[in-house]
């Protein structure tokens, strides 16, 4: 069973910064670099969890949200089984528990939350003017 945990989240003020990092274990037939990974997240008082950003199995493909464009940078590590989402210009709006998820191949970026079998148990992020 693959594990993911979530780190990084924490409260800034308005303009602010965060990394946070994803570290998955628990293969055993598989490897890291054979699942798109996702960050989503999550606001209080939401039902959906929202799609963040992706970035494909070999890192050559990354999708978006519109919300975190231009301000948020996804990448991996494939070699310490890693994943990052760099978060820059933070505002309140972008409080919410952030989560990471796996998607096995074959996957693409643009797949949606129900093709993800995996994941973590999320971190706080918190933002305040």
């Known amino acids: 069973q693959i594990r993911l945990v979530e780190s990084g989240g924490g409260s800034v003020q308005v303009g602010g910064s965060l990394r946070l990092s994803c570290r998955a274990s628990g293969f055993i037939q598989s490897s890291f670099r054979d699942y798109c990974m996702a960050w989503f997240r999550q606001a209080p008082g939401k039902e959906e969890r929202e799609k963040v950003a992706v970035i494909a199995a070999i890192g050559d493909d990354t999708y978006y949200a519109d919300s975190g464009k231009g301000r948020f940078t996804i990448s991996r590590d494939n070699g310490n089984d890693t994943q990052y989402l760099q978060m820059n210009g933070l505002t309140p709006e972008d409080s919410a528990m952030y989560y990471c998820?796996?998607?096995?191949?074959?996957?693409?970026?643009?797949?949606?939350?129900?093709?993800?079998?995996?994941w973590g148990q999320g971190t706080q992020v918190t933002v305040s003017s």
């Open positions: 998820a796996a998607d096995g191949l074959p996957c693409k970026v643009s797949a949606s939350l129900e093709r993800y079998s995996f």
